[in-house]
DNA sequence: GCAACTCATGTCATCGATGACATGGATTTT
DNA sequence: AAAATCCATGTCATCGATGACATGAGTTGC
């Protein structure tokens, strides 16, 4: 690897000189300019960002850490963030933080290391006070999932008036018996869809009833076990919230299976051919493109303006797509009461 | 920030022992250790990463480049290269190279001025000799696409055996008119699909038409497009190889909007929900977690053991995934080869 | 003609961690 | 008991780029 030394000595000047003409520092002759880039391109050099950082103490990389890269809502966000970071000659550094809440520190704290200079994370775990030290050093913003313990900037979706949305959408469309499937309330955006759903529920009067309400499910296959088991209640519901579209790629095979296509289906978060399935799913589209950029461009005002007071809590609009999962008219199942 | 020679002053000792303690040097006195280790503690210190990879000249970072991080394809393949990397203490920073040739180059030369300590990547220009200065600096290894005037590891998929095996599917299913749809044949990739299906079509003393071999297409919606173009012939074809995931996501929906569900339809590259769509898609199968795994351990092979010798040429098996969308059996549409 | 100034360029120190080598006390060897 | 060895710890230099400051040649002003 040429050094700025190899060029400067090749070039017969300071290694400081080449240095200047590199930043084109305007103290430098014509003459000498020319001289010193034209033994730059002989010699191919190429400046070790690592050395400048270095001597910056901090580099011009965002760290990203999500539930799950290869997750295409995540995988949304990673994009638009590298995207907006790559106007500003910042590169990602992307990881996965997985569905273990008890490794989230760890994997955090070695990115962290790394002297990154800046940090997007959407945490899986329920206790984010170990990145209180590291504040003053980079810039943290949250997404997906609100701090806990922690006071920082945070972009989230409208959990509450999402699924408040939805809910009352099946509502609208005639649907009494209404079930929810999602993971488990410790991650503060279930626990918010889970208010919004039961909201709509009290709003529109209609009965809570705890038996179609089934949490805890880790993943897409959990989901479609939750998904049959709710088909084979006595009083079965005729609408499913499925409140996240990890799960939702679980429950809609699974109605599938069974046959059930006349179950309403409504899911969290889009996912890829919502739009082609048979019937095409509708959703709340979170827009995880918008999501990235709001994040990354935070990041980014943060370090360009470090005095600069910004709005902590940040949340953004979510929208209803309507397709064709909701339309079926539900079978007449006047919710018997009797015990 | 706590360095190492805060802890030093603090413990009382030089920066040199703190060093020791850190690396588990066993010339250090059980007293001072316990020392040095309860002032680390007590200073929070945290090793700077940047100073130690900095002094070492590479750092433990794997770039990775593909043409789309949000692509399933690509998504999948990064986060298993990220799991890898973990259990070697590296990270991964991830570009997108976009769909602009002529901007790959660039994007990559930014990638590599960080000191990455190996590079994984599926080009989308065609050529990457500009690559070869870097290639003494660190391993590089191609995945998907195989490098175009550079020596290089690469990893890529059967594309002609699993585009044969594909076509092979169709006709013997009984479809005689099977058309290709499918990006640029500067793409290796695709040329190399293609000629796969020619040999399956020649193989069965089928003709090669030229009509039904509709390349160029940029995105999804360009393939659809193809697609409409297609059944609009007068011999329209009955079958349709799609020769890449991204675009089996645009000619899914065609069908399915011309209510053509009868046509049917194989896929290069596995997508979500392809296994719950109706008809759900035969595809080929390129698991894109092998790809990343053995990318990653290639990466990290060649770093442990530098002058060891590798098979820079890797073919990975594809494997065809039977499902409903070939099943159709095709009107009679004896090919009339009258003109 | 000399001070004051400008400007190109050089020298040195620095960022944090760590190899190479030095030092000096304790222990073992002959 | 002198020599050889061992071992804990320290000192210094280094990785590459770049701020802070120095130097010295050339220019301007009075």
Not at 181 to 186: C, I, L, N, Q
Not at 263 to 282: K, R, T
Request: hydrophobic residues 45%; contains cysteine.
């Amino acid at each position: 690897m040429t050094t700025m030394q190899d060029v400067a000595t090749r070039a017969g000047v300071s290694a400081k000189t080449v240095s200047r003409v590199f930043n084109d520092d305007p103290h430098v002759t014509e003459d000498t300019r020319q001289r010193v880039q034209s033994t730059m391109r002989e010699l191919k050099y190429v400046p070790n960002m690592l050395a400048r950082t270095f001597r910056e103490g901090k580099s011009a990389v965002i760290g990203i850490a999500v539930p799950d890269v290869a997750d295409p809502f995540f995988a949304a966000i990673t994009k638009e963030i590298e995207l907006a970071a790559r106007e500003h000659d910042m590169a990602i550094v992307v990881t996965s933080l997985g569905d273990n809440p008890s490794l989230e520190q760890n994997i955090i704290e070695t990115t962290v290391r790394r002297q990154i200079g800046g940090l997007i994370i959407a945490p899986i775990a329920a206790d984010q006070s170990y990145l209180a030290r590291w504040q003053d050093s980079f810039p943290i913003v949250f997404i997906d999932r609100t701090p806990i313990k922690l006071n920082a900037d945070y972009f989230v979706e409208d959990d509450f008036g999402g699924a408040f949305e939805a809910t009352q959408h099946l509502i609208a469309h005639g649907h009494r018996r209404i079930a929810i499937v999602g993971d488990s309330t410790d991650v503060p955006t279930t626990r918010l869809r889970l208010e919004g759903y039961r909201a709509a529920l009290d709003d529109a009067g209609l009965r809570n009833d705890e038996e179609l309400v089934v949490l805890g499910s880790r993943n897409a296959d959990g989901a479609a076990q939750a998904c049959k088991t709710l088909l084979a209640l006595p009083d079965a519901p005729t609408a499913i919230f499925s409140s996240n579209a990890r799960f939702s790629i679980g429950v809609f095979p699974a109605l599938q299976a069974l046959n059930r296509t006349d179950i309403a289906l409504i899911s969290y978060g889009d996912f890829p051919m919502a739009d082609v399935l048979q019937p095409s799913v509708s959703v709340i589209d979170q827009d995880p493109r918008r999501v990235g950029r709001v994040a990354a461009e935070r990041i980014l005002a943060r370090l360009a303006t470090p005095a600069k007071r910004f709005r902590r809590k940040n949340v953004l609009p979510v929208r209803l797509i309507e397709r064709q999962s909701c339309q079926s008219v539900p079978a007449l199942s006047a919710p018997v009461d009797v015990p």
